[in-house]
Nanobody, 126 residues
C-alpha cells in the first residue's frame, strides 16, 4: 500500500509561488502514475498535473500550463508541484495521488488513482 504525505501548502498573494511536496512510501515498483489534484469548497476534485514515474512524462490541466511544474526526486521518493504566478482561482485543498504499478497512460480523473494523501491547503489572496 502506497502512503502519501503532502506538505508545503500555505497562503500567498496572487502572483506568488509555492512548492508542494509529496513524500511517498510503500512502493513495489518505480513505474506508476502520480498526480496532483485540487478541490475547492463546493467544487469537484480536479486534476492539476500528472507524471509517469517510469519515464517522466508529464501532463497538465490547461488552467495551469506554463505556471505549474510537476517533478519527481526518485532518490527521495518525493513528488513536487512548483506553482508560480498563483491566481485567485488556484486555491483549494491539494492532494497527491498514486496509481497502480505499470498502469499507463496516466488518467486525468481521480478514479484513475487508488492512493491519496491527506491534502495540503493552498490559499491565494488578491
Amino acid at each position: 500500500q502506497v502512503q502519501l504525505v503532502e506538505s508545503g501548502g500555505g497562503s500567498v498573494q496572487a502572483g506568488g509561488s509555492l512548492r508542494l511536496s509529496c513524500a511517498a512510501s510503500g512502493y513495489t515498483s518505480r513505474s506508476r502514475c502520480m498526480g496532483w489534484f485540487r478541490q475547492a469548497p463546493g467544487k469537484e476534485r480536479e486534476g492539476v498535473a500528472r507524471l509517469y514515474t517510469g519515464g517522466g512524462s508529464t501532463d497538465y490541466a490547461d488552467s495551469v500550463k506554463g505556471r505549474f511544474t510537476i517533478s519527481q526526486d526518485n532518490a527521495e521518493n518525493t513528488l513536487y508541484l512548483q506553482m508560480n504566478r498563483l491566481k485567485p482561482e488556484d486555491p483549494g485543498l491539494y492532494y497527491c495521488a498514486a496509481g497502480l504499478d505499470w498502469v499507463y497512460p496516466c488518467g486525468s480523473q481521480p478514479s484513475a488513482y487508488n492512493s491519496w494523501g491527506q491534502g495540503t491547503q493552498v490559499t491565494v489572496s488578491s
